[in-house]
T-cell receptor, first 114, second 116 residues
């Protein structure tokens, strides 16, 4: 079974600085997708960034970028120039290529200090 | 992005009654829908996966007879909590995806169920 692990229950960052959230996963598949989702207090899940496993290039979306290490099964999220609105729960997620299994990590609560 | 609408957002029901939660994909056909349960300050726990027109696949430990899932059409899936008890109180979230479009799943707003 696929598992996703986020080893940091909570992280804190000063506004305008950079923070990295960690995620590791376990799978025997070669093709899959990885995601970072943000869950603000409203609890609406918002997609932050996605990475296709077959792509070697790390995904980037404005201030958000990932460090995808396929061999190490690691998928960290870097948030640059942190903003107060970035404060939320962040979940790392894995979906297999068949699309019938979407698994989440335990989450990391990010706090942004003004 | 695609829109998934989940209804109701909040529901309070009496112990022993049943409650239905709807999940609709508004602007796409959802080949697969997922139902999650989320306890306070915890992650999303996958309850079941459903494909249109077929029976849902339940995760280990999830009671099929208690949590009835119907994916009757490509735009609608329902979760019915039968004979609800206070321990069923939780936040339930659905998500939907279509084909293999970038692998992404789109989420509903969630439903807070309180059983009294």
């Amino acid at each position: 079974a696929q598992t996703v692990t986020q080893s940091q229950p909570e992280m804190s960052v000063q506004e305008a600085e950079t923070v990295t959230l960690s995620c590791t996963y376990d799978t025997s598949e070669s093709d899959y997708y990885l995601f970072w989702y943000k869950q603000p207090p409203s609890r609406q899940m918002i997609l932050v960034i996605r990475q296709e496993a077959y792509k070697q290039q790390n995904a980037t979306e404005n201030r958000f970028s990932v460090n995808f290490q396929k061999a190490a099964k690691s998928f960290s999220l870097k948030i640059s120039d942190s903003q107060l609105g970035d404060a939320a729960m962040y979940f790392c997620a894995y979906i297999n290529n068949a699309g019938n299994m979407l698994t989440f990590g335990g989450g990391t609560r990010l706090m942004v200090k003004p | 992005g695609a829109v998934v609408s989940q209804h109701p957002s909040r529901v309070i029901c009496k112990s022993g009654t049943s409650v239905k939660i709807e999940c609709r994909s508004l602007d796409f056909q959802a080949t697969t829908m997922f139902w999650y349960r989320q306890f306070p300050k915890q992650s999303l726990m996958l309850m079941a996966t459903s494909n249109e027109g077929s029976k849902a696949t339940y995760e280990q430990g999830v009671e099929k007879d208690k949590f009835l899932i119907n994916h009757a059409s490509l735009t609608l899936s329902t979760l019915t909590v039968t004979s609800a008890h206070p321990e069923d109180s939780s936040f339930y979230i659905c998500s939907a995806r279509y084909g293999f479009h970038l692998g992404e799943a789109f989420f509903g707003q969630g439903t807070r169920l309180t059983v009294v």
